[in-house]
């Protein structure tokens, strides 16, 4: 049963250490996703890759948070420094996409980050 | 400009009860897929469903039914004799189908109880 990973899946920091969570996306899957959820903004989209390529990083803070893929099994999202507002869930999540098609994206079962 | 409203932010019912849990999309777009997740009190979130703009057909999946009605932009979903284990956050999703896009835009989640 092919599941996407995420660790650590629990992570309590002090303000200003540098945050790194880390993804394995489902085998073949060519579109990984970074997502975080709090209880005021919902579901927000980070980042995005397609076959490792970043497409879009629009929803990110982008002077302390940056997104990598350094290989098609891993995705890293990092935040240096951190800040106690960065505390959230953050999902990962990955699917099969084409540029004539898409499919569903497949959620790992997040990290969830304290910033104290 | 994307949008997903879920009117219903929180919902309580019996079990053994039906619910219907609404989904109102706003797209510019004639071509898009619509999404529903499943976020259970462990908080990872798991696919439900997904719909093609192109196919109106209503869909039964066991308990579970979805209504995709064009006309009124709405993708609603019901529960059919509700059961403990259905209580979750559930999240209906849009994603276009423009060039390179990928991302999906989440509404706010609605928190389905169902009590004993």
């Known amino acids: 049963d092919a599941r996407v990973t995420q660790t650590p899946r629990d992570k309590v920091t002090e303000m200003g250490q540098e945050v790194t969570m880390r993804c394995q996306p489902i085998?073949?899957?060519?579109?990984v996703f970074w997502y975080r959820q709090t209880m005021m903004q919902g579901l927000e989209l980070l980042a995005y890759f397609r076959n490792r390529a970043p497409l879009d990083d629009s929803g990110m803070p982008k002077d302390r948070f940056s997104a990598e893929m350094p290989d098609a099994t891993l995705a890293t999202l990092k935040i240096q420094p951190s800040e106690p507002r960065d505390s959230a869930v953050y999902f990962c999540?990955?699917?099969?996409?084409?540029?004539?098609?898409?499919?569903?994206?497949?959620f790992g079962p997040g990290t969830r980050l304290t910033v104290l | 400009a994307q949008k997903v409203t879920q009117a219903q932010t929180e919902i309580s019912v019996v079990e053994k009860e039906d619910v219907t849990l609404d989904c109102v999309y706003e797209t510019r777009d004639t071509t898009y897929y619509l999404f529903w997740y499943k976020q259970p009190p462990s908080g990872e979130l798991v696919f439900l469903i997904r719909?093609?703009?192109?196919?109106?057909q209503n869909e039964i999946s066991g308990r579970y039914s979805w209504n995709f009605q064009k006309s009124t932009s709405s993708f609603n979903f019901t529960i059919t004799a509700s059961q403990v284990v259905d209580s979750a956050v559930y999240f209906c999703a849009l994603r276009d189908s423009g060039a390179g896009s990928y991302q999906l835009t989440f509404g706010k989640g609605t928190k389905l109880s169902v009590i004993p």
């Open positions: 085998l073949g899957h060519n579109t």
């Open positions: 719909r093609n703009s192109f196919d109106e």
């Open positions: 999540a990955s699917g099969l996409g084409t540029s004539s098609s898409y499919n569903e994206q497949f």
